[in-house]
């Protein structure tokens, strides 16, 4: 057995050596020999003195004195650097670490070394794609009111849960319980998922199961981001969802100051998709959920479902046509124009204004696109509203001549 002390000190160590892999100032990798970043060339002295400690402590490791405890340290290690492997290949850490969480998925009360193993777990990133099932068992353990885990703990799970998808789409992306005030149950910026400390408390303390409505709404925002800033388009929907955007960033009292809010675009989706979220995740831990109940949490009871492709809106109790509403606000925009290539489908920049591209035009892209249903149907759905606009544009201009 090794003694508290070494175990304390390789823990810490490899803790420090993981919080430093990447350089502070610019992302990049170090080098171990001069232990400066390879990109921006600044040195790090807590990464050379962790190092060094994890190097002089390893030799006096076996496979008869390395615990569990160690051991999924070991393997958080080597997840994080291929440095150490040389050092550690007499250890089968991969074989050995699914053991330990395969043995806790069994247990429904953790004694004090299963809760250490469970803080080393899901306090790593590492440890993102090897238990699911752990972590399952254990929400599901809290929403039948039998765990003996503290709430910091629970709280990290939950933060596992959110990162582990919201990480496919954003390095950045983050979590926090905090108190959002009243009526407010979670909110999303950029890749951070914020969740209502009273919607955690519930779940903790009563197993409270909104919290796994609430928790994908905001997830659809922070992909539906991800969508925008990358430019991607698979639908005129997609395009509709991006001007509503623009328009709520630049025209706030519009959108805020009236129901329009609920029922713009973003919310619609994001409470769809918590509600097929939400339900399918619940009955996959062995919960089937009333019908009305799915509705009343994932909020889609608030919405016309048809909505999702309808571009009217009601403002000051005028029905307003987003599209016709966008055109105008765009067309003296053109820095914000060439910041977003999903409008170019649609707009093309003349004479220093953007304008809609005409129906011929679009045809004529539309047959260099690549075969491709989604962007087909895309490119019919424009051409179609381009029709309308120019036979519009064309009995007014027989009137009046
Ligand atoms: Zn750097
Ligand atoms: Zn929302």
Known sequence: MLNQNYKERIINSINIFCKNINCSSCGGTYSFQTFTCEYCGSFNETLKKSYESISSLIPNLNKDNIDKEITLYLYKLIN?????????????LTKDTKNIIKELETKVEYNDLDVKLLECIFSSDIFLDVDNVLRDVILRNVILRKNNLSKELIEKVINHLVLSDTRK???????????????????????????????????????????FYVLPHEMMHTYRTYLESKGMVSSIYDVLALKEMLLREYNQDIYFNDKNYIKNLHECEANVFSYYAGTNYLRSLGFEIREESALKLSGVINNDLTRLDNPLREIEGELVNINDLFADFIKDKITLFH??????????????CIVYKSKNELVDEMIFQNKDTNMEEFYLSLIKNANDRESIKDKNDTLKS
């Open 80 to 92: 994080s650097s291929d440095i150490f492997n040389h050092a550690l290949k007499q250890f089968d």
């Open 339 to 352: 910041k977003y290539p999903q409008l170019h489908y649609e707009f093309k920049e003349e004479d220093g």
């Open 169 to 211: 789409i954003s390095k950045d992306s983050r979590f926090y319980v905090r108190d959002l005030g009243d009526k407010v149950e979670g909110s999303a910026f950029y890749y951070y998922v914020y969740l209502d400390r009273e919607v955690m408390d519930n779940f903790y303390d009563k197993g409270d199961i909104s919290i």
